[in-house]
Nanobody, 123 residues
């Protein structure tokens, strides 16, 4: 059974930075896709980024491209989402997910989810 635990959320000012972590147990993340999604109040869950290192794929949503960066620590089985130049519209609960998605950018295709971590960006 795979478990994902996000951490690192919090409050940041516009232009600031936060780093989110997604620690995986029960599965070696380097062989599986790890997707990041976010959900703001009253909105649909939206794709942020995905890493699928075994296939050499790292994809970012246009809204975060150039500001967010994925990285990994194999020894810790952890994926990081470095978020720079934060904007108020980045405010949301951020989730990491894994599974065997047919479509990497679609939340409904992922089977396993973390509990989420709140990111709030003030203007």
């Amino acid at each position: 059974q795979v478990q994902l635990v996000e951490s690192g959320g919090g409050l940041a000012q516009a232009g600031g930075s936060l780093r989110l972590s997604c620690a995986a147990s029960g599965r070696t993340f380097s062989s599986w896709p790890i997707g990041w999604f976010r959900q703001a109040p009253g909105k649909e869950r939206e794709f942020v980024a995905v890493s699928y290192w075994s296939r050499g794929s790292i994809i970012y949503a246009d809204s975060v491209k150039g500001r967010f960066t994925l990285s990994r620590d194999n020894a810790k089985n952890t994926v990081y989402l470095q978020m720079n130049s934060l904007k108020p519209e980045d405010t949301a609960v951020y989730y990491c997910a894994t599974g065997l998605p047919a479509r990497l950018g679609f939340a409904s295709d992922y089977s396993d989810w973390g509990q989420g971590t709140q990111v709030t960006v003030s203007s």
